[in-house]
C-alpha cells in the first residue's frame, strides 16, 4: 500500500501545482497523419512508425520510431525502441531530439470492453543547434490507459469507439515535473486482424518551457495500422 501511495502521489502532486497556479493558456489546431507497421515472429514483433505533424499549413513536428517487443503472455508484451524528432516554428527547425525509451504493456478484456494500459519510460537528448551537438535532458514517464469497444461486428471487419488518456511527467534537473496531458476520443476501423485506420480527436494540454505557460491543443488524428504476421502457420 505505501508504494502504491509513493506512486500516485509522484504522478497527482505535479499536476496539482500545475493547475493550482496562475498560467497562461494558448489555443490551437493542429493534423497528425501516422502509420504504424507490426512485423510479427512468434513472440517477437518489430514495431515502426511515424508521423509528419501539421499546424495550419506549416510543419509542426516530424517523429519516426522503431522498437522490438516481446510478447511475455496474452496479456503482458514488454518492449524498447529509439525515436527522432524534429519540432518547427512557422516552418523553421527549433529542436531536434533523440529518444530512446522502454515500455510494458498490458492488455484485458472484459465481456466486449478492451482494456489496455501502458507504461513508457523515455530518456530525452536534446541537440543544440549552436553548439551543434546532442545533450541529456531528462527523463520522461508516459502513463496511458485506453478502452476500445466494438460497435459494429462482422467476420474479421469491426468499428469501434476509442476512449483514452495519457500523462507525462518529467524528471530531472530544470524541467517542469508535469509535461502533458492527452485526452483521445474516437473511431476505429478494423478490417483484419491487426490492420486497422482510427481517426480520433486528440486534446494536449502542454506546458511550455516558460513556468505556468501552457499551450492547449486541438488535434484531428488520422491513424493507419498494418500487421504483417510471419508465422509459418499464419493464413
Known amino acids: 500500500m505505501k ?11 505535479p499536476i496539482f501545482v500545475a493547475i493550482s497556479q496562475p498560467k497562461v ?20 514483433t518489430f514495431l515502426a512508425d511515424g508521423s509528419k505533424r501539421f499546424e495550419q499549413n506549416n510543419a509542426f513536428q516530424l517523429i519516426l520510431r522503431g522498437g522490438l517487443a516481446y510478447e511475455l503472455s ?16 512557422v516552418g523553421k527547425l527549433t529542436r531536434k531530439e533523440r529518444r530512446p525509451w522502454e515500455q510494458i504493456t498490458y492488455k484485458t478484456q472484459l465481456n466486449k470492453l478492451n482494456l489496455q494500459g501502458r507504461f ?3 530518456q530525452r537528448f536534446n541537440y543544440d543547434l549552436k553548439l551543434k ?14 478502452f476500445q469497444y466494438p460497435l459494429w461486428e462482422k467476420e474479421k471487419k469491426q468499428l ?12 530531472g534537473n530544470n524541467v517542469n515535473k508535469f509535461d502533458q496531458n492527452r485526452i483521445i476520443a474516437g473511431l476505429q476501423y478494423q478490417w483484419k486482424k491487426g490492420n486497422n485506420v482510427s481517426i480520433t ?9 516558460v513556468k505556468n505557460n501552457f499551450d492547449d491543443f486541438d488535434i484531428l488524428r488520422i491513424i493507419v495500422v498494418n ?6 502457420n499464419d493464413k
Open 201 to 209: 480527436y486528440q486534446n494536449i494540454y502542454q506546458q511550455t518551457r
Open 160 to 171: 469501434s469507439i476509442i476512449i483514452a488518456d495519457e500523462i507525462f511527467i518529467n524528471q
Open 227 to 232: 500487421t504483417f504476421r510471419l508465422k509459418k
Open 120 to 122: 513508457r519510460l523515455e
Open 25 to 44: 493558456t494558448s489555443k490551437r489546431q493542429l493534423f497528425w497523419p501516422q502509420y504504424f507497421s507490426r512485423f510479427e515472429f512468434n513472440k517477437w
Open 3 to 13: 508504494s502504491k501511495s509513493i506512486i500516485i502521489s509522484f504522478i497527482v502532486f
Open 74 to 89: 496474452s496479456k503482458f508484451e514488454i518492449s524498447a525502441g529509439f525515436a527522432y524528432s524534429e519540432l518547427y516554428g
Open 133 to 146: 551537438n546532442y545533450s541529456y535532458s531528462n527523463e520522461r514517464f508516459r502513463v496511458q490507459i485506453q
